[in-house]
T-cell receptor, first 111, second 113 residues
Framework: KQEVTQIPAALSVPEGENLVLNCSFT??????LQWFRQDPGKGLTSLLL?????REQTSGRLNASLDKSSGRSTLYIAASQPGDSATYLC??????????FGTGTSLTVIP | NAGVMQNPRHLVRRRGQEARLRCSPM?????VYWYRQLPEEGLKFMVY????????ESGMPKERFSAEFPKEGPSILRIQQVVRGDSAAYFC???????????FGPGTRLTVL
């Protein structure tokens, strides 16, 4: 059974700092991996989708990498802003299109 | 093209009542997925449906929970005789094909008093 772990559970950084969020998974036989953002009391916003054949995806200040063999993905956020404060969720997707979510990293960017 | 719609956004029920959560997929999408997010926990898969078919219900509790996706109308997640432990955010997602990217709705927050 796929287990997804996100470290750290919470992170607080000053504005402008670059940061890395980590996601690890136990079963490397994945189809895709997706990073989401969740604001308090809100739904999920998709940030980046990485297909299993890809190593990384970039969107603006965000860069996500995927290393299937080691069961790891990272989300890199450059030049963090207070508006980046949210919970970031990593989801591993198997070939049946079933999602396995981590418990998230709660990010606070201090102005 | 409207995104995935869920209603109600907030639902309050007393113990023993029934809760009905609705999900309208994106236009053109025929695959629907339901997830539950319990407080302090990650999202957990519950059930995967196509029109008129349940494809995978491995994440559904064995009792009181049921889901349907009729030929016409939204997908319904039904919880009978709700208990306090059912309080959670329930998210729906849809995709056009079984292996395609899922798009998530805003969720329904169920509170059981």
């Amino acid at each position: 059974k796929q287990e997804v772990t996100q470290i750290p559970a919470a992170l607080s950084v000053p504005e402008g700092e670059n940061l890395v969020l980590n996601c690890s998974f136990t079963d490397s036989a994945i189809y895709n991996l997706q990073w989401f953002r969740q604001d308090p009391g809100k739904g999920l916003t998709s940030l980046l989708l990485i297909q299993s054949s890809q190593r990384e995806q970039t969107s603006g200040r965000l860069n996500a990498s995927l290393d299937k063999s080691s069961g790891r993905s990272t989300l890199y956020i450059a030049a963090s802003q207070p508006g980046d404060s949210a919970t970031y969720l990593c989801a591993v997707i198997n070939t049946g299109n079933q999602f396995y979510f981590g418990t998230g990293t709660s990010l606070t960017v201090i102005p | 093209n409207a995104g995935v719609m869920q209603n109600p956004r907030h639902l309050v029920r007393r113990r023993g009542q029934e809760a009905r959560l609705r999900c309208s997929p994106m236009k053109g999408h025929s695959h629907v997925y339901w997830y539950r997010q319990l407080p302090e926990e990650g999202l957990k898969f519950m059930v995967y449906l196509q029109k008129e078919n349940i494809i995978d219900e491995s994440g559904m509790p064995k009792e009181r929970f049921s889901a349907e996706f009729p030929k016409e109308g939204p997908s319904i997640l039904r919880i009978q005789q709700v208990v306090r432990g059912d309080s959670a955010a329930y998210f729906c997602a849809s995709s056009s094909q079984g292996e395609d990217e899922q798009f998530f709705g805003p969720g329904t927050r169920l509170t059981v008093l």
